[in-house]
């Protein structure tokens, strides 16, 4: 099993350009969330997923599109990056709720 | 929705002592509590979790303690070594206001374990 796999591990960005975050899991699990992770503020939920073909938002959602077209996967879309974007960004997935997560290596986002 | 405050955000203690985090929550419904331990540069990994039917789970050097009536609950860990040092997170989810079941973190404590 890989776990939960994310692209790219690290990503410079102009304002105003767009980009697709990737996530994959090999573990059958449901449920499948990004966060994003800022210094001293822990980590906020963006978008969420509790299976193939329903999405919802999070506490931090503007600016993101999620789709889950497959169990497996899971992509975070930018619409058109601002330099509050500026974070890491993690996907998650569990088995379903009040499981233990299994956390993405990250992705680091800089936008210029 | 459901809120998680976490204290101390940063705490430093000798190598050998104990160290406690402590966190509360808002939503009396969440049944579910996780404790991650993210090292530098890394990502969140679990190192523990509770469920609200059990008040004390423990695992080598690690326990965690649950008040429901209070709504807190904490992390301990014993003989602390320097490998411990990291950032914690403690997690709620489960309740009724909690998106999806989803979970929400606390801000995090800096433990520092000085040799």
């Known amino acids: 099993n890989a776990g939960v796999t994310q692209t790219p591990k690290f990503q410079v960005l102009k304002t105003g350009q767009s980009m697709t975050l990737q996530c994959a899991q090999d573990?059958?699990?449901?449920?499948m969330s990004w966060y994003r992770q800022d210094p001293g503020m822990g980590l906020r939920l963006i978008h969420y997923s509790v299976g193939a073909g329903i999405t919802d938002q999070g506490e931090v959602p503007n600016g993101y599109n999620v789709s889950r077209s497959t169990t497996e996967d899971f992509p975070l879309r930018l619409l058109s990056a601002a330099p509050s974007q500026t974070s890491v960004y993690f996907c998650?997935?569990?088995?379903?709720?009040?499981?233990?997560?299994?956390f993405g290596s990250g992705t680091r986002l800089t936008v210029v | 929705g459901e809120n998680v405050e976490q204290h101390p955000s940063t705490l430093s203690v000798q190598e050998g002592d104990s160290a406690v985090i402590k966190c509360t929550y808002s939503?009396?419904?969440?049944?579910?509590f996780p404790w991650y331990k993210q090292e530098l540069g890394k990502r969140p990994q679990l190192i523990i979790d509770?469920?609200?039917?059990?008040g004390e789970k423990k695992d080598q050097r690690i326990a965690v303690t649950l008040n429901k009536t209070a709504k807190h609950f904490s992390l301990h860990i014993t003989e602390t070594q320097p490998e411990d040092s990291a950032v914690y997170f403690c997690a709620a989810s489960g309740g009724q206001n909690n998106a999806g079941n989803m979970l929400t973190f606390g801000g995090g404590t800096r433990l520092m374990v000085k040799p």
């Open positions: 939503d009396s419904a969440s049944n579910y």
């Open positions: 509770i469920r609200s039917n059990v």
């Open positions: 573990m059958n699990h449901e449920y």
């Open positions: 998650a997935s569990a088995l379903s709720s009040n499981y233990g997560y299994t």
